[in-house]
């Protein structure tokens, strides 16, 4: 079965950190560039960070810029987004999907979402 597969989130502290991954299944993540999203019930779909197939150039938005970073390892099949000084903002499901192109609209295959709750 092709899948991507995430994990990592969890109930954290403020101030805390977490580390989601986002595995393929089924097929090899090499040509595919990576975006991370998130989302709340009821709310429109934000696009937090991006990484090329080389894993050479990212893209991080703002509200996250400086706290979160993405990195690929191509040899697990696996892209990773550390979540560093988490804040309660930050509390949304984490989605990752993978397409063609760097930082598009356009994508082949979506994970099922892992929750992310900053609280104290």
């Known amino acids: 079965q092709l899948q991507l597969v995430e994990s990592g989130g969890g109930l954290v502290q403020p101030g805390g950190s977490l580390r989601l991954s986002c595995a393929a299944s089924g097929f090899t993540l090499d040509y595919y560039a990576i975006t991370w999203f998130r989302q709340a019930p009821g709310k429109e779909r934000e696009g937090v960070s991006c990484?090329?197939?080389?894993?050479?150039?990212?893209y991080y938005a703002d509200s996250v810029k400086g706290r979160f970073t993405i990195s690929r390892d191509n040899a697990k099949n696996t892209v990773y987004l550390q979540m560093n000084s988490l804040k309660p903002e930050d509390t949304f499901v984490y989605y990752c999907?993978?397409?063609?192109?760097?930082?598009?609209?356009?994508?082949?295959?979506w994970g099922q979402g892992t929750q992310v709750t900053v609280s104290s």
């Open positions: 990484i090329s197939s080389s894993g050479g150039t990212t």
């Open positions: 999907a993978a397409g063609l192109e760097y930082c598009s609209s356009e994508f082949d295959y």
